[in-house]
């Protein structure tokens, strides 16, 4: 079968390349020059730094391709204070494959992320990015507006700290502040409850790598993560926050770069009190708030609120060629 990869070096024949001016969702995207044809199931647009593969139409897979590219554009904008990033176009573009359902998602990314609604591939070789992937599922509940600038954000990190790696939390909760209000609101109100509720987990659980073990709720450790982000966002400019990312990222020291660049004496347990203090007065606001409108200030359950967690696989290492698709067993790509 065809993939994604594949499809670059073949000359298509058969197919029929259109030049289409691509707008995205909301039509208020600048438009983006790109081409589109049809292989198989797949239309496949390409553009100056993606290659969009999608089963539902050409016209669908255009709007696509032009979100990419503005999203790309407000990113790199919003992150490239951080030094190092640049706003050119990539050499290799980055493959977005989206899958109609999650059973062929799930073909597609590796076992640990077959629950995710997204999934990012980054091959580096000598500490230069030879290959982009992303796999998205269209199943999930606004997936473009979620899952791409999340698995996007993990792509541009990891163009900047290419060869490094990325403590988990950072770059979880770095992708997190690209998601929607909507998904932020919910992602906020597991955090309220749990706060309300005395069950905030400790930093050391929130910094450690992986996913904590089966102790402490996916969605709510995602949900502190994100909150502590947006914390260290918000508490002064945003350069601050790409300054102690990358010292975070080349020391591996966050009590360190908490004191150099926050100028927080006493590191992290500083943050863990500002941090903390900061969720309290929030579910004070939300209570006066709904006090104000007459509502209920408990939001809903949250195991209906929170969709399926969002893992990604970043390959640091050159796992492979960058020229082929990212794994073995893939039948319908
Ligand atoms: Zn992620």
Known sequence: MWNPTQLRTVTSLLSVTLCLQCVGFSGQVEAAQATVRRQGDWWIAESRNFSVWMQSTSSDCCAVIGRCEMLRNELLARWRAADGISGEDWMIPCVVVVHPQQEQFARAVPVSSRQATGCTTVTVDERRVIFRRIDLRADARDWSGNALPHELTH??????????????????????????KELLARRRAVLIEASRAGRLPTMTQILAAGEGGATIDLNLLYACRCSLLQYLENAEDRTLLCQFTREVVTT???????????????GLIELDRRWRKSVEATGRELDRFSLSCGRAARVSPISRLVPARQVELVKTKNEGRSDRFPRDDQGDV
């Open 155 to 180: 792509v541009i990190l990891a163009d900047q700290f290419s060869g490094q790696e990325i403590p988990g939390w950072l770059n979880e909760g770095i992708a997190m502040l690209s998601e929607s």
């Open 252 to 266: 591996k020291n966050c009590d360190r770069a908490l004191r150099n660049v926050y100028r927080f004496e006493e």
